[in-house]
């Protein structure tokens, strides 16, 4: 679009956008970008990997239902429930960002070579692993969900808007919004006794098109009941 634009705008002198001199400047333009002098676009970027670990949530239903607490219970920092806020829940080492994705392609290329059998995932969080566990933050986390479920429970009102409006809500930046277990509903499962705090490491094997849970456990577990 640029080149005709170009042409259509100078239909007699094609020097000015053809000649020596602008193929000089561009040749030179794209030379300190190979070079990352002039311009480094990878640092908008990020390669996507195989290897994924999150934080997630789960409630115990006040019948011992194990259910879901998905990002849009969360409102209005659902998006931040399912990117790195967990980060910061656990004192395992972090190596991608929420979905696997990395900036430094040396990691890139360890994590597509990695083996799930052996030592190669510990010897990835030695060299690469950042911890950003924070006890400050564990401890204010368990006193909102604490407080934020137990107002729950003893009737508060999560939404302002009437149950037939509550579609006008924005939807949240990221959706995730599903998982493995039932997504908690208060009307259907009603109270909460507990809220526990999960991490899970997947990988995608691609030989085998499948995912592996490579760990699941449980960080901790809050006490919601009266």
């Not at 001199?21 to 990997?49: E, H, Q, R, V, Y």
């Not at 949240?172 to 909460?192: C, D, F, S, T």
């Not at 030989?207 to 577990?221: A, I």
Request: charged share 20%; aromatic share 12%.
């Amino acid at each position: 679009m640029t080149i005709g634009l170009t042409v259509l705008c100078h239909p007699q002198d094609f020097s000015t956008a053809f000649g020596i001199a602008p193929c000089g400047l561009s040749i030179g333009i794209l030379l300190l970008a190979i070079s990352k002098w002039s311009w480094k676009p990878t640092g908008l970027g990020w390669w996507d990997t195989p290897y994924t670990s999150r934080v997630y949530w789960t409630a115990v239903t006040r019948s011992g239902l194990v259910v879901g607490l998905y990002n849009n219970h969360f409102s209005p920092h659902d998006r931040e429930y399912g990117r790195d806020l967990g980060n910061y829940l656990t004192t395992e080492p972090v190596v991608t960002f929420s979905m696997g994705g990395v900036e430094d392609s040396s990691l890139k290329d360890l994590l597509l070579d990695m083996r799930i059998h052996g030592r190669d995932l510990l010897d990835i969080k030695d060299e690469y692993g950042q911890s950003k566990w924070r006890a400050d933050f564990v401890r204010g986390h368990i006193q909102y969900m604490r407080n934020l479920i137990r107002g729950l429970n003893s009737g508060t009102r999560k939404n302002p808007l009437p149950e037939g409006l509550r579609w006008l809500r924005a939807p949240g930046g990221h959706l995730y919004y599903w998982g493995p277990l039932p997504r908690y509903e208060r009307k259907k499962h009603g109270a909460i006794n507990a809220v526990r705090v999960n991490q899970r490491e997947i990988f995608f094997v691609t030989s085998e098109c499948s995912w592996v849970v490579l760990r699941d456990e449980l960080l901790f577990q809050i006490d919601t009941s009266e």
